[in-house]
Each structure stands twice: as C-alpha cells, then as structure tokens.
C-alpha cells in the first residue's frame, strides 16, 4: 500500500491544522495507521494510532492528548489528524504509517511499522 500525508503548514501557536492521509487501496480491519513525528535533531516519535476496524484502536502520545484527534474515512481509505491548541514545540515533519500485523504492545515503536508516506511538514511558531 502506498501512503501520502498532505496538509502540513506554517501556523501559529494555538492554532488548528488538519493532516490527511491517503492510502492507494482499501485496509482490511487487520490494519493498524499512525502519524509519527520527527523534529530536528530528534528521533522520530508516535503521535497517535488507530486500527481500520469498526471497533478501533485510537492511541495518543501524552504530549498531543486532549490537542490531538485522529480519525478516519473507509469509503475514502483516508485517515486525518485534526491538530488543534498547536504549540510550537509540534513543530515537525508528519509522517503517516501503516501495518497489518500489529499487536497493541507495538503500535507505538516506529520500527514496526512497514508501509509510510513521504511526510508533511508542520511549522508552528511562537
């Protein structure tokens, strides 16, 4: 499956922005998507998490809970993260992930995942 992340941008702090997340074919419920992050001169790290399911596993890192809500479309095979409250420290390339031999312990390690888009780039300044 090919993956493309798109909606990333130059916002300001405390305001909203929405990625999305286009998957080329259609993820049965074994599925699971996440956005990642990497800031500069960091590691890539988890934002968030859901499984393609009707009943889904969503996940979030602690520093996006309460900011951050993913979501998804299965007519469309599309998924978003609606980012809201943004600080500058989320400042980052966004980069959309998917794999269909996850267990919960692994939904959050990068290195599990198989499939990723090219990333997005999120700016958000003070």
């Known amino acids: 499956v090919q993956l493309q992340a798109s909606g990333g941008g130059l916002v300001q702090a405390g305001d909203s922005l929405r990625l999305s997340c286009a998957a080329s074919?259609?993820?049965?419920?074994?599925?699971?998507m996440g956005w990642f992050r990497q800031a500069p001169g960091k590691e890539r790290e988890f934002v968030a998490a859901?499984?393609?399911?009707?009943?889904?596993?969503?996940r979030y890192a602690d520093s996006v809970k309460g900011r951050f809500t993913i979501s998804k479309d299965n007519t469309k095979n599309m998924m978003f993260l609606q980012m809201t409250r943004l600080k500058p420290e989320d400042t980052a390339v966004y980069y959309c992930?998917?794999?269909?031999?996850?267990?919960?312990?692994?939904?959050?390690?990068?290195?599990?995942?198989?499939?990723w888009g090219q990333g997005t780039q999120v700016t958000v300044s003070s």
């Open positions: 992930a998917a794999d269909r031999h996850l267990i919960l312990s692994q939904i959050e390690d990068d290195h599990e995942y198989d499939y």
């Open positions: 859901i499984g393609w399911s009707s009943l889904a596993t969503i």
């Open positions: 074919k259609r993820s049965s419920s074994r599925w699971i």
